[in-house]
């Protein structure tokens, strides 16, 4: 099976649409999301919908559980919590009951599948480093498992040790267990504007992952547009 795994679009439609068309020239065959669709970004409901057609699986973002008032706002910073506030007059009760009932946490047979930590999702934490990576790898039930939230794409691989990478293709049998990070969709943060996310192709034990160009003009000027924080467009241009 080919899974398009994704993560942190954060309401950007425009880098959602151009992974989407990229997904497709992949033969992805299903889809899975690792939360925060919404936030900072110019379109929530949009990519709400679109990602809840087609995902067989997504979890719960920090900035879902805030906007659907699950976590408190005081959590975010100004800027966030700004958008986050607008975010929720844009969506329905329908969307925002939605975003709220999303789990923490989920898996199928070949992964599992969180936004922050397996170990304890509901804190939101990042997995940073090698021991990060260790104390989750050890409770992690598959051989392979996915996680978004620091918007910055790396491998972690268990073997003797933990070692990590930022390389582009894993071959995911060569190790007893990994731990991705497919990076962010909608706000990357390693420095590189285009939009990131990865195939997991389970047949082959492969990871790969993918950066897709995307019109960052247009999504920048609906930020600016809709009077969002004009920072939220800008940081788009370099990747942070
Ligand atoms: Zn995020």
């Known amino acids: 099976m080919k899974y398009g795994v994704f993560s942190d679009i954060h309401g950007n439609y425009e880098a959602l649409k151009a992974v989407l068309d990229d997904m497709d020239s992949q033969g992805v065959e299903d889809y899975i999301c690792l939360g925060d669709l919404v936030g900072y970004g110019s379109d929530p ?8 057609d087609l995902s067989s699986i997504i979890v719960a973002g920090n900035h879902d559980y805030g906007i659907a008032g699950y976590l408190s706002l005081s959590y975010f910073n100004r800027y966030a919590r700004e958008v986050a506030r607008w975010t929720q007059d844009q969506l329905s009760d329908e969307q925002l009951t939605f975003l709220s009932n999303l789990p923490l946490r989920d898996e199928n047979s070949e992964a599992v599948f969180v936004h922050s930590t397996i170990e304890s999702p509901e804190l939101f934490e990042y997995v940073l480093t090698a021991y990060d990576a260790h104390v989750n790898l050890k409770k ?6 996915f996680h978004g939230h620091s918007h910055v794409p790396v491998n972690f691989l268990l073997n ?8 582009s293709v894993v071959s995911v049998g060569e190790s007893k267990k990994a731990m991705v990070n497919p990076g962010s969709v909608g706000q990357p943060r390693d420095g590189d504007s285009r939009a990131a996310y990865a195939i997991y ?3 082959e034990e492969k990871i790969e992952i993918r950066r897709v160009k995307y019109n960052i003009d247009k999504a920048s000027e609906k930020i600016q547009k809709a009077g969002l924080p004009k920072i939220l467009g800008e940081r788009l241009y370099h990747g942070k």
């Open 201 to 203: 192709d389970s047949d």
């Open 140 to 145: 992690q039930t598959r051989t392979v498992s």
């Open 160 to 167: 003797e040790a933990v070692s990590h990478n930022q390389d």
């Open 45 to 52: 409901g949009a990519v709400l919908d679109t990602v809840r």
